[in-house]
């Protein structure tokens, strides 16, 4: 059997990956938004590497749920850090052209808090904390329960003419 039909047979036993949001949270349609820039982190809802939802709640702010894979390992059995620094950009710079502006991320900045296993279902919180100009700040973190794997500003920029 050729690897590809191979893999193919792997993908359809595997149990579907819940990545449903919380009661309270509409979906968001990130794509829609900003068209094919989401395809590096967020573009393949199958893939082994990451799959992601998006959500907003009541007050607008953005969530996701997202799983990593075994393509994003880092540590054994862990997340590599560039995987979550890439989550928190796509995230946080998504908040910033939810909440209305056209942005590009200038500066970010991710502290990570503990080692993100693999293969479990994460939550992703970002919001616009604050406008000045054209300089758009944003915060966000990424925690499953009590346990906070990561957290991140970022400095956006809106682009001019957009």
Not at 3 to 26: N, Q, Y
Not at 52 to 76: I, M, Q, S, V
Request: overall charge negative; glycine content about 12%; aromatic content about 8%.
């Amino acid at each position: 059997m050729p690897s590809s039909t191979v893999r193919k047979a792997c993908e359809e036993m595997e149990p579907e990956i819940d990545l449903s949001g919380e009661a309270g949270w509409t979906p968001f349609d990130a794509p829609a938004l900003v068209g094919d820039s989401l395809r590096f982190v967020s573009g393949d809802r199958s893939g082994d590497r990451f799959r992601a939802r998006y959500y907003r709640d009541a007050e607008k702010h953005l969530h996701a749920r997202f799983w990593l894979g075994p393509e994003a390992e880092g540590p054994p059995g862990h997340a590599h850090g560039g995987a979550v620094a890439a989550i928190m950009d796509e995230a946080l710079g998504l908040a910033g052209w939810a909440a209305g502006y056209s942005i590009v991320v200038g500066n970010l900045n991710v502290s990570f808090r503990n080692m993100l296993p693999l293969g479990r279902v994460i939550t992703v919180e970002s919001r616009v904390v604050s406008v000045e100009g054209r300089k758009i700040m944003v915060h966000g973190r990424i925690f499953c329960g009590e346990t906070t794997y990561a957290e991140a500003q970022c400095l956006c920029i809106t682009i001019p003419g957009k």
